[in-house]
Nanobody, 127 residues
């Protein structure tokens, strides 16, 4: 079945670095845009990044632009999120999300254009 499994979360001090990975299975990974979204306690979901099917175009929330970088490896069926200069406000559960339609992507994506979420991985930034 279609599955997304995130890894790489943890606790880090402000200014630190973390790299999240998402392993995909059960679908033609190379045909779908992929996204990262986060939810902090008591707040709405925030779309963090999106990447097109070839990995040549990536999009970011203003709050992370210049600090985060997303990439994908279609051969390995993985998508990654490198997070630099982490801040306390980056504390959240991060989810890997699959686009619903092959070849189509939006930034940010409407709810109707994503269909599979990973289980999430906790990122905590605290001194």
């Amino acid at each position: 079945q279609v599955q997304l499994v995130e890894s790489g979360g943890g606790s880090v001090q402000p200014g630190g670095f973390l790299r999240l990975s998402c392993a995909a299975s059960g679908f033609a990974f190379e045909k779908f845009w992929m996204y990262w979204v986060r939810r902090a306690p008591g707040t709405a979901l925030e779309w963090v990044s999106g990447i097109n099917i070839h990995g040549g175009d990536a999009f970011y929330a203003d709050s992370v632009k210049g600090r985060f970088r997303t990439s994908r490896d279609n051969a390995l069926k993985t998508v990654s999120l490198e997070m630099n200069s982490l801040k306390s406000e980056d504390t959240a559960v991060y989810y890997c999300v699959k686009a619903a339609t092959p070849g189509l992507g939006y930034w940010p994506p409407p709810d109707s254009e994503v269909d599979v979420w990973g289980q999430g991985t906790q990122v905590t930034v605290s001194s």
